[in-house]
């Protein structure tokens, strides 16, 4: 069955850490895998990942896909409160019935 | 528990067609999203609900239309389709407003 999890469910750090999202997924006809930032409105779009091995930067926040073991990360180094958040990882997979897969999502919270 | 289901998959439409996408939710939520998503970019907020009866415009708007009849139905209407508007639709739900669970999406080509 195809799948999306997200580790951990939940973390709390304090400011200044570096943090590490996963995503892994288990999908036919992967086509690309986003990260989302989820707040109090609309999700806001991170990343777009569709090639093993190249990191993406934004600022604080990093990712890479590794499609051979089939997973993927978000770094986000030197947290703020501001980083708190809901962090969606979704898994693009046409043709095989979903377009989309969602994960649960990762649960954030930086104390300051 | 299906959760949130989304109808059609996949569709095609010519310049000027009508459409329904149809969005269920099983899971009581009284908040509902519709969202488009265009290649290599964000969601944008389409409408939402906040409960059956209630709709609001969210940031694109035009050229669709919604209605909230009951807590687990939220269609997208789209009138005379356009090109703009080929991109894949999202429908969401959440119990407050934050928190979402989504569809799997509906992919519609415009030509």
């Known amino acids: 069955e195809d799948k999306v999890v997200q580790s951990p469910l939940s973390l709390v750090v304090h400011e200044g850490d570096t943090v590490t999202l996963n995503c892994s997924y288990e999908?036919?006809?992967?086509?690309?895998l986003l990260w989302y930032k989820q707040e109090k409105k609309a999700p806001t779009f991170l990343f777009m990942l569709?090639?093993?091995?190249i990191e993406k930067k934004s600022g604080r926040l990093s990712s890479i896909l590794d499609k051979k073991e089939l997973f993927s990360i978000l770094n986000i180094t030197a947290t703020q409160t501001g980083d708190s958040a809901i962090y969606l990882c979704?898994?693009?997979?046409?043709?095989?019935?979903?377009?989309?897969?969602f994960g649960t999502g990762t649960s954030l919270t930086v104390i300051p | 528990n299906a959760g949130v289901t989304q109808t059609p998959k996949f569709r095609i439409l010519k310049i000027g067609q009508s459409m329904t996408l149809q969005c269920t939710q099983d899971?009581?939520?009284?908040?509902m999203y519709w969202y488009r998503q265009d290649p290599g970019m964000g969601l944008k907020l389409i409408y939402y609900s906040v409960g059956a009866g209630i709709t609001d415009k969210g940031e694109v708007p035009n050229g669709y239309n919604v209605s909230r009849s009951t807590t687990e139905d939220f269609p997208l209407r789209l009138e005379l389709a356009a090109p703009s508007q080929t991109s894949v639709y999202f429908c969401?739900?959440?119990?407050?407003?934050?928190?979402?669970?989504f569809g799997s999406g509906t992919r519609l080509t415009v030509v």
């Open positions: 899971m009581n939520h009284n908040y």
């Open positions: 969401a739900t959440s119990i407050t407003n934050y928190g979402y669970t």
């Open positions: 999908v036919t006809n992967f086509r690309s």
């Open positions: 979704a898994v693009e997979a046409p043709n095989t019935g979903n377009q989309f897969y």
């Open positions: 569709t090639s093993s091995g």
